[in-house]
Protein backbone atom coordinates (compact mmCIF):
# COMPACT_ATOMS: atom_id res chain seq x y z
CA UNK A 1 0.00 0.00 0.00
CA UNK A 2 1.21 3.05 -1.17
CA UNK A 3 1.07 6.37 1.04
CA UNK A 4 0.20 9.31 -0.68
CA UNK A 5 0.25 12.37 1.24
CA UNK A 6 -1.78 15.39 -0.68
CA UNK A 7 -0.81 19.16 0.69
CA UNK A 8 -3.28 21.26 -0.13
CA UNK A 9 -3.57 25.52 -0.25
CA UNK A 10 -5.90 28.22 -1.06
CA UNK A 11 -6.19 27.54 -4.66
CA UNK A 12 -8.11 24.01 -4.37
CA UNK A 13 -10.61 25.83 -2.75
CA UNK A 14 -11.05 29.33 -4.63
CA UNK A 15 -12.70 27.17 -7.48
CA UNK A 16 -15.27 26.74 -4.81
CA UNK A 17 -15.72 30.09 -4.59
CA UNK A 18 -14.09 30.49 -1.16
CA UNK A 19 -11.89 34.03 -1.22
CA UNK A 20 -8.48 33.87 -0.55
CA UNK A 21 -6.63 35.61 1.65
CA UNK A 22 -3.18 36.62 -0.70
CA UNK A 23 -4.42 37.32 -4.22
CA UNK A 24 -3.04 40.46 -5.38
CA UNK A 25 -5.79 43.15 -5.72
CA UNK A 26 -8.74 40.65 -4.66
CA UNK A 27 -7.52 38.33 -1.85
CA UNK A 28 -8.67 38.87 2.37
CA UNK A 29 -5.83 40.78 3.07
CA UNK A 30 -6.48 43.15 0.47
CA UNK A 31 -9.32 44.52 2.86
CA UNK A 32 -8.79 43.73 5.86
CA UNK A 33 -5.45 44.58 8.36
CA UNK A 34 -3.74 41.10 9.33
CA UNK A 35 -3.37 42.76 12.78
CA UNK A 36 -7.44 44.03 13.45
CA UNK A 37 -8.51 40.38 12.97
CA UNK A 38 -5.62 37.82 12.96
CA UNK A 39 -3.61 38.26 16.11
CA UNK A 40 -3.72 37.31 19.82
CA UNK A 41 -3.73 41.40 20.41
CA UNK A 42 -7.00 41.66 18.18
CA UNK A 43 -8.74 38.93 19.88
CA UNK A 44 -7.91 40.37 23.22
CA UNK A 45 -8.34 43.97 22.69
CA UNK A 46 -11.09 43.98 19.53
CA UNK A 47 -12.54 40.80 20.64
CA UNK A 48 -16.23 42.02 18.19
CA UNK A 49 -14.20 42.92 15.29
CA UNK A 50 -12.67 39.69 15.31
CA UNK A 51 -15.54 37.48 16.39
CA UNK A 52 -17.36 39.53 13.55
CA UNK A 53 -14.86 38.60 10.34
CA UNK A 54 -14.58 35.12 11.10
CA UNK A 55 -18.84 34.91 11.59
CA UNK A 56 -18.64 36.49 7.71
CA UNK A 57 -16.14 33.94 6.59
CA UNK A 58 -18.02 31.08 8.38
CA UNK A 59 -21.11 32.22 6.67
CA UNK A 60 -19.93 32.30 3.00
CA UNK A 61 -18.37 28.92 3.79
CA UNK A 62 -22.09 27.12 4.10
CA UNK A 63 -23.00 28.29 0.94
CA UNK A 64 -19.81 26.74 -0.89
CA UNK A 65 -19.23 23.06 -2.11
CA UNK A 66 -16.13 21.17 -2.72
CA UNK A 67 -15.29 20.94 -6.41
CA UNK A 68 -13.47 17.89 -8.54
CA UNK A 69 -10.77 17.64 -6.82
CA UNK A 70 -11.83 17.55 -3.74
CA UNK A 71 -14.01 14.72 -4.59
CA UNK A 72 -11.08 12.96 -6.45
CA UNK A 73 -9.22 13.12 -3.16
CA UNK A 74 -12.11 11.44 -1.10
CA UNK A 75 -12.57 8.82 -3.68
CA UNK A 76 -9.13 8.32 -3.86
CA UNK A 77 -9.00 7.06 0.10
CA UNK A 78 -11.33 4.31 -0.64
CA UNK A 79 -8.90 2.31 -2.94
CA UNK A 80 -7.00 -0.44 -1.08
CA UNK A 81 -4.07 0.24 -2.65
CA UNK A 82 -3.36 3.50 -1.03
CA UNK A 83 -3.22 5.14 2.36
CA UNK A 84 -4.30 8.78 1.67
CA UNK A 85 -3.56 11.61 3.93
CA UNK A 86 -4.93 15.11 3.41
CA UNK A 87 -2.20 17.95 5.24
CA UNK A 88 -4.08 21.30 4.45
CA UNK A 89 -3.57 25.07 4.80
CA UNK A 90 -6.96 25.84 4.32
CA UNK A 91 -9.53 26.54 7.35
CA UNK A 92 -12.49 25.51 5.24
CA UNK A 93 -14.34 21.64 5.42
CA UNK A 94 -14.63 21.23 1.86
CA UNK A 95 -11.87 18.41 2.07
CA UNK A 96 -14.65 17.01 4.90
CA UNK A 97 -17.58 17.48 2.90
CA UNK A 98 -16.07 15.75 -0.10
CA UNK A 99 -15.67 12.67 2.47
CA UNK A 100 -11.68 12.73 3.24
CA UNK A 101 -11.48 11.35 6.74
CA UNK A 102 -7.68 11.53 7.12
CA UNK A 103 -6.89 15.56 7.21
CA UNK A 104 -4.69 17.24 9.56
CA UNK A 105 -5.18 21.42 9.16
CA UNK A 106 -2.35 23.32 10.07
CA UNK A 107 -3.90 26.69 10.27
CA UNK A 108 -6.97 25.85 12.32
CA UNK A 109 -10.56 25.23 11.33
CA UNK A 110 -13.07 27.52 10.75
CA UNK A 111 -16.42 25.28 11.91
CA UNK A 112 -14.62 25.06 15.35
CA UNK A 113 -13.97 27.27 18.26
CA UNK A 114 -11.37 27.14 21.00
CA UNK A 115 -10.40 27.90 24.49
CA UNK A 116 -8.66 30.77 25.03
CA UNK A 117 -6.33 29.24 27.55
CA UNK A 118 -5.57 25.94 25.93
CA UNK A 119 -5.03 25.84 21.84
CA UNK A 120 -5.85 21.77 21.67
CA UNK A 121 -8.96 22.00 23.84
CA UNK A 122 -11.67 22.77 20.73
CA UNK A 123 -15.38 22.05 20.20
CA UNK A 124 -17.72 21.87 17.25
CA UNK A 125 -21.73 21.82 17.09
CA UNK A 126 -20.95 17.59 17.24
CA UNK A 127 -19.55 18.05 20.81
CA UNK A 128 -21.56 21.34 21.36
CA UNK A 129 -25.27 21.52 19.92
CA UNK A 130 -26.13 25.32 18.79
CA UNK A 131 -22.38 26.08 19.03
CA UNK A 132 -23.55 28.52 16.14
CA UNK A 133 -26.13 30.84 16.18
CA UNK A 134 -28.07 30.32 12.55
CA UNK A 135 -25.50 27.72 12.17
CA UNK A 136 -22.25 30.05 11.78
CA UNK A 137 -22.44 33.07 14.22
CA UNK A 138 -20.36 32.86 17.08
CA UNK A 139 -22.08 34.63 20.33
CA UNK A 140 -19.27 37.00 21.67
CA UNK A 141 -19.51 36.12 25.27
CA UNK A 142 -19.58 32.31 24.91
CA UNK A 143 -17.08 30.22 26.81
CA UNK A 144 -15.31 27.15 26.52
CA UNK A 145 -16.03 24.37 29.55
CA UNK A 146 -12.34 25.51 31.09
CA UNK A 147 -14.42 29.14 31.52
CA UNK A 148 -12.35 30.89 28.98
CA UNK A 149 -13.63 33.11 26.40
CA UNK A 150 -14.13 30.72 22.97
CA UNK A 151 -11.96 31.96 20.41
CA UNK A 152 -12.07 31.34 16.40
CA UNK A 153 -10.37 27.70 16.20
CA UNK A 154 -7.76 29.66 14.02
CA UNK A 155 -3.79 30.03 14.42
CA UNK A 156 -3.01 33.79 14.28
CA UNK A 157 0.37 35.22 13.02
CA UNK A 158 2.46 34.99 15.71
CA UNK A 159 1.50 31.54 17.08
CA UNK A 160 2.83 27.96 16.57
CA UNK A 161 0.97 25.52 14.16
CA UNK A 162 0.39 22.87 16.87
CA UNK A 163 -0.07 20.20 13.86
CA UNK A 164 3.16 20.92 12.61
CA UNK A 165 4.72 17.41 14.00
CA UNK A 166 2.30 15.34 12.50
CA UNK A 167 2.63 16.98 9.43
CA UNK A 168 6.13 16.45 9.44
CA UNK A 169 5.79 12.85 9.99
CA UNK A 170 3.71 12.54 7.05
CA UNK A 171 6.17 13.74 4.47
CA UNK A 172 8.34 11.75 5.87
CA UNK A 173 6.41 8.60 5.60
CA UNK A 174 5.47 9.28 2.11
CA UNK A 175 5.51 7.30 -1.07
CA UNK A 176 4.12 10.14 -3.38
CA UNK A 177 3.63 13.76 -2.34
CA UNK A 178 1.36 15.95 -3.85
CA UNK A 179 1.28 19.70 -4.24
CA UNK A 180 -2.25 21.48 -5.02
CA UNK A 181 -3.02 25.13 -4.91
CA UNK A 182 -0.56 26.78 -2.83
CA UNK A 183 2.13 29.12 -3.46
CA UNK A 184 4.61 27.67 -0.63
CA UNK A 185 5.27 31.20 0.62
CA UNK A 186 3.71 30.68 4.16
CA UNK A 187 6.11 29.28 6.52
CA UNK A 188 6.16 26.94 8.15
CA UNK A 189 3.90 25.08 6.20
CA UNK A 190 6.26 25.22 3.33
CA UNK A 191 9.28 23.66 4.75
CA UNK A 192 7.17 20.32 4.42
CA UNK A 193 8.68 19.39 0.99
CA UNK A 194 12.29 19.00 2.99
CA UNK A 195 11.44 16.17 4.91
CA UNK A 196 9.91 14.09 1.73
CA UNK A 197 12.52 11.30 0.97
CA UNK A 198 15.40 12.09 -2.20
CA UNK A 199 13.94 9.03 -3.71
CA UNK A 200 10.15 10.23 -3.35
CA UNK A 201 8.36 11.60 -6.49
CA UNK A 202 6.78 14.81 -6.18
CA UNK A 203 4.02 16.38 -7.98
CA UNK A 204 2.35 19.83 -8.30
CA UNK A 205 -0.92 20.38 -9.39
CA UNK A 206 -1.11 24.47 -10.06
CA UNK A 207 -1.93 26.80 -13.20
CA UNK A 208 0.90 29.12 -11.76
CA UNK A 209 4.41 28.27 -10.37
CA UNK A 210 4.68 27.87 -6.88
CA UNK A 211 8.05 28.75 -4.88
CA UNK A 212 9.50 25.55 -5.41
CA UNK A 213 13.14 26.34 -5.10
CA UNK A 214 15.51 23.68 -4.71
CA UNK A 215 12.78 21.13 -5.29
CA UNK A 216 11.98 21.91 -8.67
CA UNK A 217 14.08 19.75 -10.43
CA UNK A 218 12.06 17.12 -8.12
CA UNK A 219 8.60 17.98 -9.18
CA UNK A 220 6.49 16.96 -11.79
CA UNK A 221 4.39 20.37 -12.49
CA UNK A 222 0.77 19.88 -13.88
CA UNK A 223 -0.11 23.14 -14.44
CA UNK A 224 -4.21 23.18 -14.54
CA UNK A 225 -6.96 24.30 -12.05
CA UNK A 226 -7.33 22.11 -9.33
CA UNK A 227 -10.42 20.75 -10.34
CA UNK A 228 -8.96 19.31 -13.69
CA UNK A 229 -5.38 18.37 -12.66
CA UNK A 230 -6.67 16.46 -9.90
CA UNK A 231 -8.38 13.96 -11.32
CA UNK A 232 -5.53 13.65 -14.32
CA UNK A 233 -2.97 12.65 -11.70
CA UNK A 234 -4.97 10.20 -9.74
CA UNK A 235 -5.72 8.55 -12.70
CA UNK A 236 -2.44 8.54 -13.61
CA UNK A 237 -1.39 7.72 -10.24
CA UNK A 238 -3.84 4.77 -10.72
CA UNK A 239 -2.26 3.55 -13.71
CA UNK A 240 1.15 3.38 -12.71
CA UNK A 241 -0.26 1.55 -9.84
Known sequence: MKKVVFFTGSGISKESGIQTFRDAGEGLWENFSIEEVCTHEAILYNRKKVV?????????????????????????????RFEVRVVTQNVDDLHEKAGSR???????????????????????????????????????????????????????FGEGVPQMDPAIELARQADIFVVIGTSLAVYPAASLLAYVKQDVPIYCVDPGLPELGPYARRVTHIRKPASLGVPELIKRLDEMA
Do not use: C
Open 102 to 156: NIIHLHGELMKLRSSNNESAWVSEKEVPNLFEDGYKQRYEDKHPDGSLLRPFIVF
Open 52 to 80: DFYNMMRGQLLTKKPNAAHLAIAEMEKDP
